[in-house]
C-alpha cells in the first residue's frame, strides 16, 4: 500500500470528504488510474462527488507532490501515488497497464558525462515496455 492518506495528514493537508475518497482510491500499490477511472470508483463510495472535484483534487495532489501524473504513448494521463518512492515503470503496449518497476543499479550512471551535454542532470524516468501476461494469452 502507498502512504498517500498519511502523506497528506501529516501535509496538514485540508481532509474533506471528497478529497478523502480521492485519497483512498488512489492509495495502494501498482495503482496508475485515470481521471475518469478515479471518479468512477469515488462515485461508488461517495455518490455526489463530481468530475470536476476530482479533477481539481488530482491537480491539486500532482502541484503539491503528492502524486505523479504518468502519461505514455497518447494514452490518458494516470495518477501514481507512489511519489515518493523512486521507481520506474514497465507499460503494457496492448492494454496500456502500468506497473512499478524498482530496476537495481542507478540508471543516471548509464549517461555518461560525455552525453550530459553540460546538463546538470537531477532525475531520470525510464518507462519498460512489452506485453503482460493477458494481453500475451
Same mark, same amino acid.
Given at each position: 500500500?502507498?502512504?498517500?492518506? %498519511? ?35 469515488? !462515485? ?24 505523479? %501524473? $504518468?502519461? !505514455? ?12 518512492? +523512486? ?24 549517461? +555518461? ?7 546538470? $542532470?537531477?532525475? $531520470? %524516468? ?6 503482460? +501476461?493477458?494481453?500475451?494469452?
Amino acid at each position: 500500500m502507498s502512504d498517500l492518506l %498519511e502523506r497528506l495528514r501529516e501535509r496538514g493537508w485540508r481532509m474533506t470528504a471528497q478529497r478523502r475518497v480521492v485519497a483512498e482510491v488512489l492509495d495502494g500499490q501498482h495503482v496508475h488510474l485515470t481521471a475518469d477511472e478515479v471518479h468512477a470508483r469515488a !462515485t461508488e463510495r461517495l455518490p455526489e462527488i463530481s468530475r470536476a472535484t476530482v479533477y481539481n483534487t488530482l491537480g491539486e495532489m500532482v502541484s503539491i507532490g503528492e502524486v505523479i %501524473e $504518468v502519461a !505514455t504513448d497518447g494514452r490518458a494521463k494516470r495518477y501514481d501515488p507512489n511519489a515518493h518512492r +523512486p521507481h520506474q515503470h514497465l507499460v503494457c503496449s496492448r492494454c496500456g497497464t502500468i506497473r512499478d518497476v524498482h530496476p537495481q543499479g542507478d540508471p543516471l550512471a548509464a549517461l +555518461p558525462a560525455s552525453e550530459r551535454f553540460g546538463f546538470a $542532470v537531477s532525475t $531520470v %524516468e525510464v518507462t519498460y515496455r512489452g506485453v503482460c +501476461p493477458d494481453c500475451a494469452a
